[in-house]
């Protein structure tokens, strides 16, 4: 089928949904503060203000509305990370029919008491949406329930494609992009296919986290790629192969990808609050990430785009990590390890060449007779502030290493208390990652620990963000191979960072 043809059936999907029984035309609000700061004019299309605090409502909504009246009585079921069983159970509550929500094991308990309050039924299932889509295809299956797809479906698509219309209703002038999460596609291709109908020359833009980017992936290769592991920080988009229709439309239709980091959906996140005084979920932030970053890198002034906040089901507890993420997003703490001869005044003298920055960490250890190191965090404006400082640092003579963006020493090091050790030989420090959920730290800890002894340990928790661990284990050198083997069983994502400068500065063995 053509494009036109497709764009045809689409548009006249979308202009005969059937979601404002359920639904708000919700505003598009311009981010003044940030506007001015960077120089466009950024929009926020406020989805996150529909009743079930996202945009799913539209999709689950017309595609429920439209099913025969026996297929509604056999009870609906459907597989979400949050947003779409919380607009599935709304639309059954609205109906009249009942409802079974399956949702990864690790959804936000907001999203979860969200969906119970409409009167759903919960099952938990997998660590992804693409886990808990395979155990409700096992239960439609067994129990004939009628399935709501989340994305991959034409009035599914069409009822998210009623945001885009409601945006080029609101913004008739000047408007250069949208940019849109991708989770499966949905709300990416019915916004894409709509604009490229009705107003072509305005970009459309999917945006997806890096370590979620099926989509992006999939476009490249020409063909849908499943992804083994997805990032769960940006639950709401955490999925391992895109729909074949969404992959279809999103391939015509989008002008490109942007993939954004956690640290700057993180930023993002701080930035709607700032402009609106509301807390959205990571997935909601995207769109607005994805914008910045896009005109930095193009050094773009002067353009319009409206950023899709696409849902707001945050949990409070996962505040505290982002919080911690947003000045490494937006590049506004140095990190930096330095060494200062271990001398009367010396440290006085190091204090004072900081200067009347604003200091987030430090941290002080005594190494030897002749000098100490020093782990230091301070707010900068920019990374350039930061290229002033260790120069300036380096001039006077303070050897000063800058790991603002060593992943170890951010994550774990700086966290850590101890120090250096002596009398431990043969030890090895790895990362590891695994899927934040009940039980997952223990199981690592059972399966690791039983055959060489941990020396080392640092794990924080980040709610539905990956499990990070940094873990020292002696290891004698002939049983290196065997260690590897044993990890690569483990299925967790490894990294060997026993090289690492932060961990053999601050931690290692000294003998």
Not at 47 to 62: C, M, P, T, W
Request: aromatic share 8%; glycine share 8%; charged share 25%.
């Amino acid at each position: 089928m053509n494009d036109k043809t497709l764009q045809e059936q689409y548009l006249r999907r979308i202009l005969n949904s059937k979601v404002y029984d359920v639904a708000i035309e919700s505003p598009l609000d311009k981010a003044a503060a940030l506007s001015r700061k960077l120089g466009n004019t950024f929009l926020l299309k406020r989805e996150d203000l529909q009743e079930v605090h996202s945009f799913k409502i539209r999709g689950a909504y017309n595609k429920m509305s439209q099913l025969p009246r026996a297929a509604l009585e056999k009870g609906v079921l459907a597989a979400s990370a949050g947003n779409h069983a919380q607009g599935v159970a709304l639309s059954a509550r609205e109906l009249g029919c009942k409802a079974t929500i399956v949702m990864p094991i690790t959804t936000p308990e907001i999203k979860i008491s969200s969906v119970k309050s409409y009167g759903a039924s919960i099952v938990l299932a997998g660590d992804s949406y693409s886990d808990a889509a395979a155990e409700a295809a096992r239960l439609v299956k067994e129990k004939d329930y009628t399935f709501i797809p989340p994305y991959d479906d034409p009035e599914v698509i069409a009822g998210q494609g009623t945001v885009a219309m409601e945006i080029l209703r609101q913004r008739p002038g000047d408007l250069d992009a949208i940019f849109v999460p991708i989770g499966g596609g949905g709300f990416a291709a019915g916004v894409a296919v709509y604009v490229k109908a009705v107003r072509p020359s305005v970009k459309v833009y999917g945006v997806e986290p890096m370590d979620s980017d099926c989509m992006a992936r999939s476009i490249k290769a020409k063909r849908r790629v499943e992804m083994s592991e997805v990032g769960l920080f940006a639950d709401g988009v955490a999925v391992k192969k895109p729909g074949k229709i969404t992959f279809d439309l999103c391939r015509r239709f989008l002008d490109g990808i942007i993939r954004v980091s956690t640290d700057e959906t993180c930023a993002a996140i701080k930035d709607i609050f700032e402009a609106t005084r509301a807390i959205c979920e990571p997935a909601g932030a995207l769109a607005l990430a994805a914008a910045k970053k896009h005109a930095a890198q193009k050094g773009i002034k002067g353009e319009t785009y409206a950023c899709i906040i696409s849902g707001a089901n945050m949990n409070f507890d996962r505040i505290r990590f982002v919080s911690e993420q947003t000045e490494i997003g937006e590049k506004r703490e140095a990190i930096l390890e330095c060494r200062i001869p271990e001398v009367r005044g010396a440290f006085k003298s190091f204090i004072r060449k900081i200067g009347k920055r604003n200091v987030t960490e430090f941290n002080y250890r005594y190494f030897d007779p002749d000098k100490a190191y020093v782990f230091v965090g301070l707010s900068v404006s920019d990374r350039a502030e930061t290229r002033r400082i260790v120069d300036q640092l380096t001039a006077a003579k303070i050897g000063t290493i800058d790991l603002s963006d060593d992943e170890l020493a951010k994550e774990h090091i700086r966290h850590m208390v101890g120090g250096h050790t002596r009398g431990i030989h043969d030890e090895v420090v790895y990362t590891f990652e695994f899927p934040e959920r009940p039980g997952a730290l223990m199981d690592f800890l059972e399966k690791i620990s039983n055959r060489w002894n941990i020396t080392l340990f640092h794990y924080r928790n980040h709610g539905a963000d990956h499990g990070k661990v940094l873990v020292g284990l002696q290891v004698p050198q002939p049983d290196r191979s065997i260690f590897t083997n044993v990890l690569r069983e483990l299925g967790y994502t490894f990294k060997d960072v026993s090289q690492n400068p932060a961990y053999r500065l601050f931690l290692g063995n000294r003998d």
